[in-house]
């Protein structure tokens, strides 16, 4: 335990501590959100595909109905709480700068949750009407 | 304790790094592994497609221009792209939960997989477009 602390190695720095409890959170939520995006992609790809060549007023609607406005907003969230965690590793693995990583991933996060307040607000919009 | 500080100066040893992607023959699988990465990165900047698609469909006056774009040459273009990018980055997806159950690591398994990932890819797309197309008109 004891010794001059600038020879000790990280791992004697950190044994005794326990663990941090939440290592494997992303690993799992990028697997959880992975497994939703597959059925919810296909929904919305057959949502789109119903919707080629309508007009504005008739998309409105269809978009506006319970299911759809449901399945919707639920892509939504699963695909852009993916992508986060997806940007993340990838900044994380290529930007070694210190600063300039946590400007991307501060930057990561807005863009994450711009994109996902944009069409959710559309969607309820569309629902409600407001 | 002039010993043990010239320990805590000393410049880390010149060790042989681990060889990079540039080393390696390139491979089926590992090209697949970068496409990955590549379709993820693509579909991330492709949402901004999806919020723009939404909040068009919610307004009006702003539909029409987005209809406009997504019938033009570049937009069909870029959403040709998006939608490879979208069945491409999903069908590697689902190989990668099947490595997570500990199967289709085997030699030839994960040759198959990542030819029957490309080939799925293209085959959905092209189907999904000739679908489009058939709806919406070539011209």
Known sequence: MSGPAHIRTPLARVRGFGSAKSGTQHFWHQRLTAVANIPLTIAAVIILITL????????????ASPAV??????????????MKIGMQVIIEDYVHDESGKLTLLM??????WVVGAISVYALLKLSFGL | MADSRSLERRTPAERPLSPHLQIYKPML?????IVHRITGAGLYFGTLLVAWWLLAAASPTGYARFQWFASSWIGR??????????????LSG?????????RGFGPSEREWLAAANLIGSIAITVLLWFFVLLTMGVG
């Open chain 1, 69 to 82: 406005a449901i399945i919707m907003l639920l892509f939504i969230i699963s695909i852009v709480t993916h």
């Open chain 1, 107 to 112: 930057a990561n996060t807005f863009f994450c």
């Open chain 2, 94 to 102: 689902i190989r990668h939960l099947i490595w997570d159950t500990g």
């Open chain 2, 77 to 90: 273009l870029i959403l040709f792209g998006y939608t490879w990018a979208l069945i491409h980055h999903m």
């Open chain 2, 29 to 33: 699988t590992m090209m697949m592994s």
């Open chain 1, 52 to 63: 080629l060549g309508r007009n504005q007023a008739a998309t409105a609607q269809i978009l």
